[in-house]
């Protein structure tokens, strides 16, 4: 089943919207091939706009699993709601709601949290702490916190130079956070992956560390 919360959370904070969406930007094979999702396993994407990577996520996690899309914007999540109803992908839930405050989701009751191009503008609103806490909250003792972020070069696509995050940086805002970055990788001409892990669960191999 698909579910919409009600949208009066999504107005309690104005939304005016996304940019461009940067999954067509990315290699997503090379993305979900790096994040050895299994089947019926449990990711969320935090900040999933119209839902790019959440559709994409449901096709390899399959029906057994679960994918959650939140985020604020009523028109993307409309448009979410419609296209996984169309593919008849019922293990997509989409949720209203703020990714910078406490989440609607149970303690260590993810796999895979994604992140994907939104940090450094939760960097910049001042909530990137925040929305860290809580995915270290949700995620398993063996989960993955994956975060596509643009490399940071002067130009387009993506935020100014200034917004962007090189890996050193994200890093830096990540792991005060509890976790610890297990990898970094490109996945498209302008964007990479940076992988991190729980830091309390060091002794546990995360499904990414299992391939290798």
């Not at 972020?149 to 509890?178: M, N, T």
């Not at 302008?190 to 191999?205: D, E, I, K």
Request: glycine content about 8%; overall charge negative; aromatic content about 6%.
């Amino acid at each position: 089943m698909v579910i919409c919360c009600d949208w009066e959370i999504a107005m309690e904070r104005h939304v005016p919207g996304a940019g461009k969406s940067s999954f067509d930007l990315i290699d997503s094979e090379k993305l979900f091939e790096r994040l050895s999702i299994e089947k019926g396993s449990t990711l969320v994407d935090l900040g999933c706009g119209p839902g790019e990577y959440v559709i994409e996520a449901a096709l390899h996690i399959g029906q057994k699993g679960k994918v959650y899309g939140l985020d604020l914007w009523e028109e993307g999540l409309v448009a979410l709601v419609k296209e996984a109803e169309s593919r008849g992908l019922s293990q997509i839930t989409v949720l209203a709601a703020d990714i910078c405050a406490m989440l609607p989701l149970q303690d260590q009751s993810v796999d895979v949290c994604l992140v994907a191009t939104v940090l450094h503008d939760l960097v910049r609103e001042g909530c990137a702490g925040s929305a860290l806490e809580e995915a270290r909250r949700i995620l398993r003792p063996n989960g993955v916190l994956a975060v596509v972020e643009f490399k940071k070069f002067d130009g387009h696509p993506g935020p100014p130079i200034d917004i962007k995050l090189s890996p050193d940086q994200l890093g830096q805002i990540v792991d005060v956070h509890g976790f610890t970055r297990k990898e970094v990788v490109e996945v498209g001409p302008y964007n990479y992956l940076a992988v991190f892990r729980p830091a309390m669960t060091c002794s546990n191999a995360s499904p990414i560390e299992a391939r290798h």
